[in-house]
């Protein structure tokens, strides 16, 4: 009902920059809020930033400074700036999406499949 597929992963040196993108489609009425998590090899899926429908944002502690949230409602887009990235920013991140397909359907929870972020020299 409600696809999203992220962009703009890939490998990158310590102290670059990456943008990550992420498309939503599909039937949907609404979108509530979105963000970006990442996973880690061995670690559990953490919020590394929210935007909500008016804008207001929330960084991880570990993020915050480097990176900035936005979105673009008439596209049904959400986006990720990323940089001064460190070794430990490396992991798949997933985009994630608060959306209802009917005006009187309830907000549900959707992701991406994720897209790599690898930051090594």
């Known amino acids: 009902q409600v696809q999203l597929v992220e962009s703009g992963g890939g490998l990158v040196q310590p102290g670059g920059s990456l943008r990550l993108s992420c498309a939503a489609s599909?039937?949907?009425?609404?979108?509530?809020?979105m963000g970006w998590y990442r996973q880690a090899p061995g670690k559990q899926r953490e919020l590394v930033a929210g935007?909500?429908?008016?804008?207001?944002?929330n960084y991880a502690d570990s993020v915050k400074g480097r990176v900035t949230i936005s979105r673009d409602n008439a596209k049904n887009m959400v986006y990720l700036q990323m940089n001064s990235l460190k070794p430990e920013d490396t992991a798949v991140y997933y985009c994630?999406?608060?959306?209802?397909?009917?005006?009187?359907?309830?907000?549900?929870?959707?992701w991406g499949k994720g897209t790599l972020v690898t930051v090594s020299s």
């Open positions: 994630n999406v608060v959306a209802r397909i009917r005006s009187y359907s309830a907000y549900s929870s959707y």
């Open positions: 599909g039937s949907i009425f609404s979108i509530n809020a």
């Open positions: 935007i909500t429908s008016d804008g207001g944002t």
